[in-house]
């Protein structure tokens, strides 16, 4: 699909109100996205697995305007509460999508959302928050044009998701998404999320993501800036050729089931989004003593119980810690006695890999 396939062309329904709810989870990116060009297009492409648990959950009530004006209209309330300090990049994304959904204007909405985890986890939200916001959107479209195909909705919801937030759009759909063009998968693109389209054998069925909230404070450096430093970062180019390869390297991995390789792609992949940062001018580290500690304990069991735990980090302190299905009487004891001593008042959250936004028919 090309970007113009997604401006309608014109809608065959009327509607003056409705509401709609969407549940759209976070996900945990194997390989990672570090880097984009003009607007929201991937330097290299990612992998990430789909999570079930952290999620957010947005319904948007919309009402016909009286006066058609040419300003974008809307309330936004966050746990229950207005939260105007949301609104300017809400009002960017509306900015970015109302080409692609011509019907922004016409409509005045509030906008409720709630996160299943706790605002200051250190949890980002944006995947899950615009993701969620995106499939509203797109269920009001689809009753402006009830012919519309699943596989368009899907496909359009992942792209505006993306124009939001990058990462967004590799959660709509579940259980293991890429995002951005890569030579070796079919179907691919820098516009949207698909489906991993091949073969991944059942060891990574419901695998297992325990976050360790190692700091629950304020990043002080964000994602949009840390992108951005990727343009003048002189290993950036070296960077964006190894995310291909290990794309590359991931489809053996994911079809034989080979735990010890997926390890050192996906490890190699949290230390060089953090070395990115520490090599960037002005360079900066969002890793804490903590982090460092938790690696080496999780690098320590490993070796020990012969296990296939092993680690991913996002932008931020905090630990992935990722398992199979079939080790978790093992690991969970040595992740709960071992682990969680490190983590900010004792606070972590079990999540498992999960299949993307729910729409939630119930009023
Ligand atoms: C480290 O998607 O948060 O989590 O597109 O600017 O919103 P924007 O960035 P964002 O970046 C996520 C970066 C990452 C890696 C990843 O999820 O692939």
């Known amino acids: 699909m090309t970007e113009n396939e997604f401006i309608p062309t014109s809608y065959t329904a009327k509607i003056k109100s409705g509401t709609v709810t969407y549940r ?34 947005t319904t948007i009530t919309f009402d016909e305007k009286k006066n058609t004006n040419e300003a974008f209209s809307f309330d936004l309330l966050f746990e229950g509460k207005p939260m105007d300090s949301f609104k300017p990049k809400i009002l960017v994304f509306m900015q970015r999508i109302e080409k692609y959904l011509p019907f922004l204007k016409e409509y005045h909405f509030t906008i409720a959302t709630t996160n299943s985890f706790p605002h200051s986890s250190g949890i980002a939200s944006s995947a899950s928050g615009m993701s969620a916001l995106a499939l509203c959107f797109m269920d009001i479209e689809k009753r402006l044009n009830p012919n ?57 069925r419901n695998y297992h993501d325990t976050i360790l909230l190692i700091d629950k404070g304020e990043k002080q450096v964000s994602s949009t800036i840390g ?121 972590y959250i079990t999540d498992r890999t999960g299949f993307g936004a729910k729409k939630n028919n119930t009023p």
């Open 24 to 57: 759209s989870p976070s996900n945990i990116a194997l390989v990672k996205y570090w880097g984009k060009r003009e607007i929201q297009i991937p330097e290299n492409p990612s992998v990430s697995f789909t999570l079930n648990a952290c999620a957010t959950t």
């Open 148 to 204: 519309m195909k699943e596989s368009y909705f899907t496909m359009k919801a992942s792209f505006l998701a993306r124009l939001g937030s990058g990462s967004a759009c590799r959660s709509v759909e579940g259980d293991i998404v890429q995002w951005g063009k890569h030579e070796d998968t079919e179907g691919s693109s820098d516009l949207y999320g698909i489906k991993y389209p091949y073969k991944v054998h059942e060891i990574f």
């Open 227 to 347: 992108h951005d430093l990727m343009h003048s970062n002189v290993y950036a180019k070296t960077r964006f050729k190894q995310a291909h390869e290990n794309l590359s390297k991931l489809k053996t991995v994911f079809a034989e089931g080979d735990l010890k390789s997926f390890t050192t792609i996906v490890e190699s992949e949290a230390l060089t989004l953090h070395a990115m940062m520490m090599t960037s001018i002005p360079y900066f580290i969002l890793m804490k003593p903590k982090t460092m500690e938790v690696i080496n304990e999780i690098w320590k069991f490993r070796a020990a119980s012969n296990t296939n735990v092993c680690f991913t980090l996002d932008a931020g302190a905090n630990v992935h810690v990722l398992y199979p299905e079939h080790e978790k009487d093992i690991v969970y004891p040595f992740i709960k006695a071992k682990l969680v001593p490190y983590c900010q008042n004792g606070a």
